[in-house]
């Protein structure tokens, strides 16, 4: 990737993830958060440790991103984009919907 790659990934990122990483941390910490996503043999699910991977790049400067955290900026960018186009109908703050996207970075209530 060259430079301009990476900082349209960046700022791509920046868009659509809409939560600090404080808020994704306390977020973390929720029943509610570890209630939602695709798990495997009981271990964390994808988009829990999507949430991790995320507070990590949003404490790095961007000269200290890595080949493996613009990769992750861009499963990010195409997650949200794909789920956000599944919304519910009605109020969505207490769906598995709105929990799933936090766990990426994005509260769609904000």
Do not use: C
């Not at 798990?39 to 493996?68: C, M, N, P, Y």
């Not at 919304?87 to 709105?98: E, F, S």
């Amino acid at each position: 990737m060259t430079k301009d790659d990476h900082s349209d990934t960046r700022h791509e990122f920046d868009q659509v993830v809409n939560m600090t990483s404080h808020e994704i941390k306390v977020w973390l910490d929720t029943d509610e958060s570890k209630s939602v996503g695709q798990k495997t043999d009981g271990h964390e699910s994808t988009g829990h440790e999507s949430g991790r991977h995320i507070v990590r790049i949003l404490g790095k400067k961007q000269a200290d991103l890595t080949g493996a955290d613009y990769a992750h900026m861009r499963k990010v960018i195409g997650y949200i984009a794909r789920h956000s186009k599944q919304r519910p109908t009605g109020d969505v703050t207490d769906t598995p919907w709105r929990y799933s996207l936090m766990n990426w970075g994005n509260d769609p209530t904000k």
